[in-house]
């Protein structure tokens, strides 16, 4: 049974910064891409980075680009997002996914395992 869990949300102020982690079990992470998506109350999913196995090359929405830094430790079976320079608009339910294609993908619907996701509230 595949598990991905996600850890490291809460309530931050505006300009400051979080970790969130994302553990898997079940699954042979070492080959899988990894994504973060977020959603906000009333809005879609929407893609926030992603990472190949290996680590070696990354995606990240224009949203985020500059601020957020997603990697990996495939003996841990863990990928991480550190989030700087946080906004309000950075508030959203945070999840990690896992895709078996191999490819940096951006949709949602690319994605065959999803975590139950974290909360991140950026205060004003």
């Known amino acids: 049974q595949v598990q991905l869990v996600e850890s490291g949300g809460g309530l931050v102020q505006a300009g400051g910064s979080m970790r969130l982690s994302c553990t898997a079990s079940g699954l042979f992470f070492s080959s899988k891409v990894m994504g973060w998506f977020r959603q906000a109350p009333g809005k879609e999913r929407e893609f926030v980075a992603a990472?190949?196995?290996?680590?070696?090359?990354?995606d990240y929405a224009d949203s985020v680009k500059g601020r957020f830094t997603i990697s990996r430790e495939n003996a841990k079976k863990t990928v991480y997002l550190q989030m700087n320079s946080l906004k309000p608009d950075d508030t959203a339910v945070y999840y990690c996914?896992?895709?078996?294609?191999?490819?940096?993908?951006?949709?949602?619907?690319?994605?065959?395992?999803w975590g139950q996701g974290t909360q991140v509230t950026v205060s004003s």
């Open positions: 990472i190949s196995w290996s680590g070696s090359s990354t």
């Open positions: 996914a896992a895709d078996e294609s191999g490819k940096l993908y951006r949709e949602v619907r690319r994605y065959d395992y």
